[in-house]
């Protein structure tokens, strides 16, 4: 009896420490506890009985996304329009995705499809990159299918590949180097961060970024590029890269993260004013 007991309480113990751990790599269980998930081996069990969402935007879907998965953008007011529609071409299960463990689009989407009375629906949390490692024959990068796993781009490599603020505003007056405003005509507003030395080609003009990238290969120069935020640049990299690109920098945190280097370097300059005290006559 008390090896039985003993039995029980160690099994106790290993789900509890499971269970935590699984919270701890998937914070979007606890804040989405009523949003039923999907595990890889699961997905790929159920993946000719079931439809799978990209709940990501167009541009990331593009860039890398689940063989034969719809494409609907949580974030559109359409959404639910969208997702009543597919519901009524399909009685299949719908499972949505997006980036990974950290995540949260995937159960924003599942959540808003069950909220708009959708039923039958899960949300694949482990994300993309999860999945080509572990099925790259049912995932499509920059156009290829089956994936090669060596093409992934980690976070860690990503990471290198970023300068700060300031190490990116030195770099752009440097003759060797080619700085593209890859932002949206929107998110630019007629006006880029350094206007004498870039070129600006937004990431869906595919025809004008490749003019000048084709410019910096051939002229052996190094490309610096930035948007909005730091977060486009992920997926550009990948274009980059299929371009044969392969001296190129991003600024760490885009265009907001220059924003915001100029106005500490605009206090610092107010503050070193005010302690010059002024000279006794």
């Given at each position: 009896m008390k090896k039985i007991y003993t039995a029980l309480m160690a099994l106790v113990i290993t789900a509890s420490v499971s269970a935590v751990r699984?919270?701890?790599?998937?914070?979007?269980?606890?804040?989405?506890?009523?949003v039923p998930v999907m595990s890889t081996g699961e997905l790929k069990?159920?993946?000719?009985?079931?439809?799978?969402?990209?709940?990501?935007?167009?541009?990331?879907?593009?860039?890398?996304?689940?063989?034969?998965?719809?494409?609907?953008?949580?974030?559109?007011?359409?959404?639910?329009?969208?997702?009543?529609?597919?519901?009524?071409?399909?009685?299949?299960?719908?499972?949505?995705?997006?980036?990974?463990?950290?995540?949260m689009k995937s159960y924003k989407a599942a959540r808003r499809a069950m909220s708009a009375g959708v039923k039958d629906v899960y949300a694949y949390d482990a994300g993309i990159f999860e999945w080509a490692r572990n099925n790259p024959n049912l995932a499509v990068l920059v156009g290829q299918s089956p994936v090669r796993v060596s093409d992934l781009i980690s976070?860690?490599?990503?990471?290198?590949?970023?300068?700060?603020?300031?190490e990116f505003q030195k770099r752009v007056t440097r003759s060797d180097v080619m700085v593209l405003d890859v932002?949206?005509?929107?998110?630019?507003?007629?006006?880029?961060?350094?206007?004498?030395?870039?070129?600006?080609?937004?990431?869906?003009?595919?025809?004008?970024?490749d003019r000048y990238l084709n410019q910096a290969k051939r002229e052996g120069k190094t490309v610096l590029a930035y948007d909005a935020v730091g977060k486009?640049?992920?997926?550009?990299?990948?274009?980059?890269?299929?371009?044969?690109?392969?001296?190129?920098?991003?600024?760490?945190?885009?265009?907001?993260?220059?924003?915001?280097?100029?106005?500490?370097q605009q206090n610092s300059s107010i503050v070193a004013k005010e302690d010059v005290k002024p000279a006794k006559k």
């Open positions: 699984a919270d701890d790599e998937f914070p979007g269980r606890k804040l989405y506890p009523d069990q159920k993946f000719k009985s079931v439809v799978v969402v990209d709940a990501r935007t167009k541009y990331e879907f593009d860039t890398i996304h689940v063989k034969g998965a719809e494409n609907i953008l949580v974030s559109k007011n359409s959404f639910a329009d969208e997702v009543k529609s597919l519901r009524e071409r399909t009685p299949k299960p719908l499972v949505f995705y997006c980036n990974g463990h950290t995540c976070k860690k490599d990503f990471k290198k590949r970023l300068l700060s603020a300031d932002r949206s005509r929107l998110q630019r507003a007629g006006a880029g961060l350094f206007p004498f030395d870039e070129k600006f080609a937004s990431l869906d003009d595919k025809e004008k970024l486009q640049v992920r997926w550009f990299e990948y274009y980059l890269r299929k371009k044969g690109i392969t001296n190129y920098y991003f600024m760490k945190d885009g265009a907001d993260g220059y924003v915001e280097l100029l106005a500490k």
